[in-house]
């Protein structure tokens, strides 16, 4: 430990603070809070650190500290120097901008426009949206819907939009105050979500339009109503207490934090929004300084709802509002949908990261990392079971970096003890390479098995027996359940520092998982499916291969009724097989 840094630490007080990391060059690299600044920054280097924190303390060469009465306190200070310095080590919320409001003019003539924030009291304010295309296609849709004034400046003699029934016209008529007021009334009520009688009107004059030949306008009409029935698609999430009400969800995986927001506002979903960043130090306090620094750019609403009830105790000490983490109910219902988003954006970023990166390139960096010829052709197996149900195996290849899928295989596991998942890899292993072996077909430049050294042992084994020569290699994960590198059948590791090297392995490691799992629900649905067509009178292999090719998995032919399984089978046969399908 650098000496200046052991003085730091012997000054630390257990009082709350903003601390400062500074490198040689006196440059803030990190900025952070915490409620306790000897428990919160002692830890950095007195502990076993990985990753970018390790980098972070490797680089720091000593830091200061501030001491705040509070933790609200040291909250706005910390933001406030993120802000000012923006440290190399402070991961920031990406396209985090102000959100836009739909603003509507208080007195005067109504008029509609989109503002990046809420503080002029002249309006009023829906929103904010997430999506800001959402936004300005709402205003696009009131303009078209209601007569408000379209102009910033009165022209001398009325517009198209007046002669189009859309403007009242202010710039020849005048407007008195009660009707403006009813007309910002039912625009207020359109956006929280009553927008029947709107819809009616405007399916009458399409319907007009059309009756009198006039198909342009009626086409018109039709756009409109189409945009209404998309907005009510988007608003089909809504809650009865109308409450304004931010939900979070966080996924982790692989050392990356994927956090998502659904916005709601009058209890109807506005939009959503998600970030994938890379994890730095403890994720429940990145994830609270995140959401932080996501209210430092947007207003509180009325309540916070996050998948985490530590996180929530904390955001409960910093904003006056309500914070909480709902485990049953409707509000919990939404939190799964928000952390299915967290999950699919995660998922979404390994597929999508480092694309463009050169894949041959990467491969010799790889061949020169497992001291191996550059491996142009990889393979990589896995299997899927549910408690033995159903056992398959799955082998994909990658040549030049990219999916063969002509080269994919499937097998079914023949061994009789299917859970044994080592015993299912070295089956599989045989099976290929034995027959690759007998045909004299080329082998790949490097097998990779997930699931650290018994997966390497169990394929290298499995090449022994059969007398074939391959690089093995596996990838194992650290204390965190997080693929940190490759390790050989010795039990030497290789850490994978090069990020574009790291995504394409997990590119990989996805694919062949993908398709383990997708041929072990095909292969599990049709047992399914074939117990239960088993044993129904009247249902003989002709039936049964009509009704597999009209349901191919268990839940459709399970969702169909009598009527349409009589379609194929008598009626007696029908009702037979549905009663089976529903007991």
Known sequence: ?????????????????????????????YVGKAKDLYKRVSQYFLRPQVGKVAKMAETAEYFETIITENEKEALVLEMNLIHKYYPRFNIMLKDDSH?????????????????????????????????????????????????????KTLPKTPCLY??????????????????????????LSFLNGNNSKQYQEIKSKMLKASNEMNYEMAGE????????????????????????????????????????????RRGILLGKKSWVIEQFGDTQEQVTQLIEQYYTNHSLPKEIVINDEDIASELREIYDIEVESKSRGKIHDLVVSVIDNANNAIDEYFLSARLDDDKLAMLE????????????????????????????????????????????????????????????????????????????????????ADGGLIQVEAVTEALKEIEVDIPVFGLYKNDKHQTEGLIDVNGNTYPLTNKALFFLLTRMQDEVHRFAITFH?????????ESILDNIKGLGEKRKEEIRKAYPDINTLKNASIHELSQFLPSDVAEALYLKLHQ
């Open 221 to 264: 009409y039709k756009k409109t109503l189409d945009a209404i029935d998309h907005i009510n698609m988007n608003q089909n999430v809504e809650n009865k207490d109308k409450t304004d009400r931010d939900i979070f969800a966080y996924a982790t995986r692989e050392g990356y934090l994927s956090l998502a927001i659904f916005t709601f």
């Open 365 to 448: 960096e790889l061949g020169t990392l497992l001291k191996i010829k550059t491996p142009l052709h990889i393979e990589l197996f896995d299997n899927s079971h549910i408690q033995g149900f159903a056992p398959v195996g799955a082998m994909v290849a990658f040549v030049n970096g990219e999916p063969q899928k002509s080269l994919y295989r499937k097998f079914n596991i023949e061994h009789e003890e299917s859970r044994d998942d080592l015993a299912s890899m070295k089956e599989v292993v045989t099976r290929h390479y034995g027959r690759s072996k007998k045909e004299n077909k080329k082998y790949p430049d490097l097998i990779l």
């Open 99 to 151: 959100y836009p409001y739909i603003a509507i003019k208080n007195k005067g003539d109504v008029y509609i426009q989109i503002k990046r924030n809420n503080k002029d009291k002249n309006y009023t304010y829906y929103g904010p949206f997430p999506n800001s295309t959402a936004a300005y296609q709402m205003v696009d849709l009131l303009n078209k819907i209601f007569p408000v004034r379209k102009c």
């Open 521 to 529: 629900r095909s292969k599990r649905d049709k047992k399914m499916k």
């Open 162 to 187: 007046y002669h189009l029934g859309q403007c009242l016209a202010p710039c020849i008529n005048k407007i008195d105050e009660t009707t403006n007021n009813l007309l910002k009334e039912e625009i």
């Open 1 to 29: 430990m650098k000496e200046r840094i052991r003085l730091c630490i012997e000054n630390l007080k257990h009082k709350p603070g903003v601390y400062l990391m500074h490198d040689i060059d006196d440059t803030i690299i």
